[in-house]
């Protein structure tokens, strides 16, 4: 600029005297005039280059300029490029913020002042079934059809959460979404969704239970209620009060019964897998199942000799590691309910073998009444009896088969039925491998 100014100034100089020394005082005038124009139609034409660079808004197209206005272009150029470089760093933010929003379990939708979809990440098109470039632009209260969010939205109050029903791909089950919108920006809206579905099942699962056990715990207590009622005002010979006794006797084992296996649930589900440290021995603990069994039908007729025909097959020197006395009560559970759904001379078979993966598996098979197919998958379900009756009449609570498949799953295993009605089931566990152990190494395995 100095430099310029210095040789505007030289030009001036000598210009000035030329005139002066050619025309006097007005030759000064006319050479002072001359110079400033020629300054200002140069710096008008190199001006007017630079507008015309600067229309293309290409930092790279050739200006053609050089000094002050050369400087002025390569001013320009960086200033371009710096702004390029923050476009390009503000841009891969903006989708790396999007990519996590993606990311989340939650719905994220925006709308604007209107109550439009600007924008929404993929969770939140699943829970509402939108479809996540079409439906922009779209009012939310005409694609989320539901009464109770069209409701919230029109109230306008969204201090609060909204229990609405999501869309879900698979028709047979229901999608459950808590909503809220939270207000932001100038009018705009951000609308959460989060799946409660699950929550929601849980809860449903949990008064389900407290109704099926306030029901199982009031039926024994109405009956023994009556009797103690009748045992108090009627005047009963010493024979009668007795069987009134006895009745009373079996209500009350029941309700023990009932409240041991609630206990047991309970105990289940609040404590760890049994550690692989204890190892079982099955000999004496099938040798127990056994005897329990050959009581049990027993008690079917004559109370000495059992009613059915039971058949053990048992390894010698097969143990599985985890806890003694859930094992028990699992095989134990299996091997009763055959005895109390077989009728009197039916046969039971009770096995473990191995098979090619080293897995130990327990059966126990019988030719009772069976299972109709339609039951089968919710047999292991808390309360769930196809027959309440016999259920009933045979001292059943309804829980033995939720405690067998849970104590299986705690050792890493699994629980399996098949059955036919009319010709009988095969229930049957397998432990893995790594829960099975030989007393013996090198005693021989039972195959399949
Ligand atoms: P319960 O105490 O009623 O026997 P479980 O959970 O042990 O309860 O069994 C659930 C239901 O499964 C029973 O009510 C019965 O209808 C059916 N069930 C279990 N074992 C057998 C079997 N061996 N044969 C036929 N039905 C069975």
């Known amino acids: 600029m100095l430099s310029r100014l210095l040789f ?30 020629g300054f200002l139609f140069n710096d008008y034409e190199k001006g007017h280059r630079l507008a015309r660079w600067l229309r293309l808004d290409d930092p790279k197209a050739e200006a053609s300029l050089t000094g002050f206005w050369g400087e002025l272009v ?22 790396e913020f999007l990519s996590a929003i993606q990311a989340s379990p939650n719905g994220v939708l925006l709308l604007d002042p209107e109550g439009r979809i600007e924008w929404c990440n993929q969770t939140a098109a699943a829970h509402l079934g939108l479809h996540e470039q079409r439906d922009l632009g779209q009012h939310i209260v005409n694609l989320v059809r539901d009464p109770a969010f069209t409701r919230y939205v029109a109230q306008g109050d969204f201090s609060s959460e909204v229990i609405i029903e999501g869309r879900s791909h698979s028709l047979s ?62 005047p009963l010979s010493a024979e009668e009060r007795q069987k009134y006794l006895d009745l009373m006797a ?17 105990q289940l589900e609040g404590s760890p897998p ?55 009560s699992a095989v134990s559970n299996l091997v009763n309910n055959a005895v109390r759904y077989t009728p009197v001379g039916g046969t039971i078979g009770v096995a473990w073998a191995m098979d090619d993966e080293g897995q130990a598996l327990f059966s ?77 190494p090198g005693a021989p395995k039972p195959a399949l």
């Not at 209500?251 to 649930?265: F, P």
């Not at 010698?316 to 859930?326: F, I, K, V």
Request: hydrophobic share 40%; net charge positive.
């Open 173 to 234: 089950q229901s999608l459950k979404l808590q909503a809220q919108l939270h207000p932001y920006g100038e009018d705009k809206k951000l609308l959460l969704t989060r799946d409660i579905t699950a929550r929601a099942q849980a809860d449903q699962m949990r008064r389900d239970f407290v109704a099926n056990v306030s029901h199982e715990i009031r039926t024994p207590l109405t009956v023994l209620g009556g009797f103690v009622e009748t045992l108090q005002s009627l």
């Open 74 to 95: 390569d001013r320009i150029r960086r200033g371009y490029k710096t702004r390029d470089q923050l476009a390009v760093r503000n841009h891969l933010r903006l989708q």
């Open 250 to 266: 079996v209500q009350a084992t029941r309700m023990q019964g009932l409240v041991s296996d609630l206990l047991t649930l309970s």
């Open 8 to 37: 505007a100034l030289f030009v001036l100089l000598v210009t000035i005297t030329c005139g002066y020394w050619l025309h006097g005082a007005t030759g000064v005038w006319m050479a002072a005039v001359g110079v400033l124009a």
């Open 274 to 328: 049994p550690p692989v440290t204890e190892s079982v021995d099955l000999k004496p603990l099938m040798a127990q199942v056994k005897s329990d069994a050959l009581s049990l039908s027993a008690m079917q007729g004559d109370d000495v000799h059992p009613v059915h025909s039971l058949t053990f097959d048992l390894p010698d020197q097969l143990q599985l590691l985890g806890s003694r006395a859930e094992i028990h």
């Open 364 to 440: 126990v098979k019988d030719n009772g009444v069976g299972i109709a197919a339609e039951h089968l998958p919710r047999l292991s379900e808390r309360f769930y009896r196809v027959d309440r009756s016999r259920s009933r009449e045979s001292g059943g609570t309804g829980l033995g088969l939720a405690i067998t498949k849970h104590i299986a799953q705690r050792h890493g295993g699994s629980f399996h039925v098949q059955s036919t009605l009319g010709e009988g089931s095969c229930f049957s566990l397998a432990f893995p491998s790594q829960r099975v152990k030989w007393a013996a």
